[in-house]
């Protein structure tokens, strides 16, 4: 079945360390985009995606990097430099073409922990 | 930059009644408005997509309706059952440029049997 995998879905991530996560979609989808939700908030922008080889800073992107070398794939490094990565992050993908009638599709989301 | 609230941040009501759920935004340019589902640690599951040039969308229990000039969209859960009780968000898609996506804050809500 099409969707999005994100991966992994638990992260421990030690002080100073930069670590990565996955998000793959096989729903041919041109758009990507990873958000970050802090408990009882709403979702925040980090980085978004409409093409291959190219991405645009959301609302908090310091502190955060990502690739689009693929269009299947959007990984996103959580670094050193950002000071509060403890959330839960999500992954998500629309198509392009008819854009008004496109749905968001969502991966299940990866829980981030600073240990 | 669009922002996006939603009203109240939590509600609780008694199984069988009726409810409606707020969303409203600050810019009119949207592509479409989208009402999500999310459980407890969960992903985000899509119930209704609105798109710019319509006003309402219906399915089963559920109908939203989206006033562009106003900046505001509802939606209705009728006779709420207790799997009902979730949070619910509601997303614009914005037309200019790279058609940003904006969520709400969210709605708690809890359908006590």
């Known amino acids: 079945d099409g969707g999005i995998t994100q991966s992994p879905k638990y992260l421990f991530r030690k002080e100073g360390q930069n670590v990565t996560l996955s998000c793959e979609q096989n729903?041919?989808?041109?758009?990507m985009y990873w958000y970050r939700q802090d408990p009882g908030q709403g979702l925040r922008l980090i980085y978004y995606?409409?093409?291959?080889?190219?991405?645009q800073k959301g609302d908090i992107a310091e502190g955060y990097s990502v690739s689009r070398e693929k269009k299947e794939s959007f990984p996103l490094t959580v670094t050193s430099a950002q000071k509060n990565p403890t959330a839960f992050y999500l992954c998500?993908?629309?198509?392009?073409?008819?854009?008004?009638?496109?749905?968001?599709?969502f991966g299940e989301g990866s829980w981030l922990t600073v240990v | 930059k669009q922002e996006v609230t939603q009203i109240p941040a939590a509600l609780s009501v008694p199984e069988g009644e009726n409810l409606v759920l707020n969303c409203s935004f600050t810019?009119?340019?949207?592509?479409?408005l989208q009402w999500f589902r999310q459980d407890p640690g969960k992903g985000l599951t899509s119930l209704l997509l609105?798109?710019?040039?319509?006003r309402e969308q219906t399915s089963g229990r559920l109908n939203a309706s989206l006033d562009k000039s106003s900046g505001r969209s509802t939606l209705y859960i009728a006779a709420s059952q207790p799997g009902d009780s979730a949070t619910y968000l509601c997303?614009?898609?914005?037309?200019?440029?790279?058609?940003?996506?904006?969520f709400g804050t969210g709605t708690k809500l809890q359908v006590i049997p």
């Open positions: 609105i798109q710019s040039s319509q």
């Open positions: 998500a993908s629309i198509a392009a073409g008819d854009l008004s009638g496109n749905t968001i599709y």
């Open positions: 810019d009119s340019a949207i592509y479409n």
């Open positions: 995606s409409q093409i291959v080889n190219d991405f």
């Open positions: 729903l041919n989808h041109d758009a």
């Open positions: 997303a614009i898609r914005g037309s200019g440029g790279y058609q940003k996506v904006t």
